[in-house]
């Protein structure tokens, strides 16, 4: 997949990773300094340890144990403060510089300073939560009093906010140069495809059963991830990117100049009989993966992405004389003959289980309840599975067991508090309406701005029916193509950097 690299110049367009290896030896004979070589081969180095521990994180379980968030807490933030430190030893500037996005940095600082606030018994002592009191109480012994009802719960949470925030920063910084974004965006779309192709394998030989980890087998697709809905929303990640990744070839590879039909239909042809089939083929290989979860939020989810996607390629198409929308029509006829063939068993879900589930619903209400006890304060950043209980009534039955609440933005709210809740998604939301602007304005080099919009569509609108970006393997992922988007969100002519 990451050979699929175009070598063309067209449209102005920087050329891929794989011809920018090159540079340096080119700047040598044009009389480039050593130091300036040295320091992109740094940074190429840094965007292959930003790629393997992206392929890392979704193995054990999707990141969803202690492990690979310890893991994940040590090896992206020494990526980014080895960035920092080379650029500090370079003397060289933030290719993308802070006040670009101060906004965002500001709302986060904000949300980080509360969540350890919340942990502290002197910033929180006269905020404290009245269980210490009563648990104190029962005890017959003082207990250091705070606004979190599980501080080190509080303090793990954070731990996997600062651990995201790292790959966002770096992401952003080694993105600045176009070759390196789109070759990120290929790595992400490889990696996901290969997480494909493996859960269709389980799910073929082994019953769904992760191997290596307790995880019970039988059930749809899923694979190394704990849950079906989460694999969902990884695999649509890298449904868009794909399709992204194809509309850019094509386009490419028809130039809008030449009307002759013959010549563009054989110029058509010969592309997806070469680079534009193994992007098809691994398109296909993640759509039925991901028909294969049979999870509702997580392919309507994937489904208004891919729209995204297509309404942005048709949109930038029909500013280009000619209103070539070839390439965009093919992709869709491809996804809806795919799903067509793979898509029975999806259908007989929703026929059987319709898009609701009173349960969720239950436990929306009860959440909602919890917030509003403490809406300023919270109860600690990711203690919704210590809160819950103290809430539940007999709306729900009494097997069902909920460690999350399948809603992203009410676990935060009730975390935070609306405050510091609010700040936390404004923050990401303002990046967001970055990519938008960018994948909307930019004359060229719009992928990334592009594929960040539509990956925030998805992992936006699957947060309000399930926990996928509280999977680290979804949401460093994730953070790792808003980076890029934000990136490229502004034309290589402007300075952007510190």
């Known amino acids: 997949m990451a050979a699929v690299l175009e070598k063309s110049g067209r449209s102005g367009e920087p050329t891929d990773f794989a011809a920018a290896a090159g540079a340096p030896a080119l700047r040598v004979a044009l009389g480039a300094d050593a130091a300036s070589i040295r320091g992109e081969r740094i940074e190429s180095a840094l965007l292959y340890g930003l790629i393997a521990g992206l392929a890392w994180a979704p193995f054990w379980l999707g990141g969803n144990r202690m492990t690979p968030w310890g893991v994940n807490a040590i090896l992206f933030p020494a990526l980014a403060l080895a960035y920092e430190i080379s650029l500090f030893a370079r003397g060289r500037s933030h290719p993308f510089a802070a006040r670009r996005i101060i906004a965002s940095i500001v709302l986060f600082l904000f949300v980080v300073l509360w969540a350890f606030a919340q942990t502290s018994p002197l910033a929180s002592m006269a905020f404290a939560h009245p269980i210490w009191g009563m648990a104190s109480d029962a005890l017959g012994t003082g207990l250091p009093a705070t606004i979190s009802v599980d501080p080190p719960t509080t303090l793990r949470a954070l731990m996997r906010l600062l651990t995201a925030a790292s790959v966002l920063w770096l992401a952003i910084q080694l993105s600045r140069d176009f070759s390196r974004a789109l070759f990120l965006l290929q790595a992400i779309a490889a990696i996901i495809t290969a997480y494909a192709a493996y859960g269709l394998i389980l799910a073929i030989v082994d019953g769904a059963a992760v191997p290596f980890f307790e995880a019970p087998a039988g059930g749809p697709v899923r694979s190394t991830f704990v849950n079906r809905n989460s694999f969902a929303a990884y695999a649509g990640i890298g449904l868009i990117i794909v399709v992204a990744l194809t509309l850019r070839l094509y386009r490419r590879a028809i130039p809008d100049a030449i009307d002759a039909a013959s010549f563009r239909l ?37 489904a208004v992405a891919v729209f995204a996607v297509l309404a942005l390629a048709a949109t930038r198409q029909s500013q280009k004389r000619g209103e070539r929308i070839e390439a965009i029509v093919f992709v869709a006829v ?45 109860f600690g950043y990711g203690t919704f599975a210590d809160v819950f209980p103290m809430y539940r009534d007999q709306s729900i039955p009494p097997i069902e067991t909920w460690e999350l609440a399948h809603n992203t933005y009410l676990e935060v709210w009730l975390g935070l508090g609306l405050l510091f809740g609010t700040a936390l998604i404004a923050a ?60 490229q969100s502004e034309s290589s002519r402007h300075a952007v950097v510190d």
């Open 334 to 378: 491809v996804i809806a003959i795919a799903f067509v063939f793979f898509g029975d068993r999806f259908v007989g879900r929703i026929a059987e289980s319709g898009l609701d589930d009173s349960s969720r619903v239950a436990v929306y209400l009860i959440t909602l309840r919890a917030i509003i006890d403490a809406p300023l304060l919270g």
């Open 428 to 487: 990401i939301g303002l990046l967001a309406l970055k990519c938008v602007a960018g994948a909307v304005k930019r004359q060229r080099a719009a992928i990334a701005p592009i594929v960040a919009t539509a990956a925030t569509l998805l992992v936006g609108a699957h947060a309000l029916v399930d926990f996928s970006l509280q999977m680290e393997g979804v949401a460093l992922t994730f953070m790792a193509l808003l980076g890029a988007g934000v990136a």
């Open 266 to 302: 054989s110029a058509f042809i010969a592309a997806t009989g070469g680079k534009g089939g193994v992007l098809i083929g691994a398109g296909l290989l993640i759509l039925v993966a991901l028909l294969g979860t049979l999870s509702r939020g997580g392919i309507l989810s994937t």
